[in-house]
């Protein structure tokens, strides 16, 4: 289970940098601003997803 807190961390450090990168690019209007919110949706349930496969094939013991 080591290995899935690493990339637990792995998945918040891309988020926080997503957010520091947002952030130093100055003030976005709103449709900016649904399309960041749209995207790191996205990506937490590509994350997910992958997740999940990784949990399928540590059962299978591929």
């Known amino acids: 289970m080591e290995h899935t807190k ?3 961390e792995l998945n918040q450090a891309t988020l926080d940098k997503l957010d520091e990168y947002v952030k130093s690019k100055g003030a976005a209007g709103d449709a900016h601003n649904e399309k ?3 995207a790191k ?3 937490q349930a590509a994350w997910n997803e992958f997740l999940e496969t990784l949990l ?3 059962k299978l013991e591929i």
Do not use: M, N, Q, T
């Open 36 to 38: 960041i919110s749209s």
């Open 6 to 8: 690493r990339l637990e």
């Open 56 to 58: 399928v094939l540590e």
């Open 41 to 43: 949706e996205k990506w």
